[in-house]
């Protein structure tokens, strides 16, 4: 796996007001934006899943880091001998791929 190339985690999601029709942010920092979410939809279940997103966006670092240790503890433990480790590897490996843009 390389070296990460993102902005390093963690990240928060912060619930822009609705009233106001405000973005919802995704931030690294206090004063460094990621990105955003609109949330602005008067369609409670339209915001609520647009919040749901926000917040595994701002999650991401710490899934991607959990799911590389995950990977490099299974192989180093040898439970990939079995055909469900083997499988439970390659998929966290190739989850790690397509999170840092790599070719497989």
Same mark, same amino acid.
């Given at each position: 796996m390389s070296k990460q190339t993102h902005?390093?985690?963690?990240?928060?999601?912060?619930?822009? &007001?609705?009233?106001?029709?405000?973005?919802?942010?995704?931030?690294?920092? &206090? &004063?460094?934006?990621?990105?955003?979410?609109?949330?602005?939809?008067?369609?409670?279940?339209v915001r609520k899943e647009d919040i749901a997103n926000g917040r595994l966006i701002a999650a991401a670092p710490e899934l991607l880091e959990g799911a590389e240790l995950a990977a490099r503890q299974l192989r180093e433990h040898l439970i990939v001998a079995s055909p469900w480790g083997m499988a439970l590897v390659e998929r966290l490996e190739a989850i790690i791929v397509k999170a840092k843009g790599e070719t497989p």
């Open positions: 902005t390093p985690g963690p990240w928060q999601f912060i619930e822009g &007001d609705r009233e106001l029709g405000a973005m919802s942010d995704i931030m690294a920092t &206090d &004063d460094f934006r990621i990105g955003y979410v609109l949330c602005e939809s008067r369609s409670e279940p």
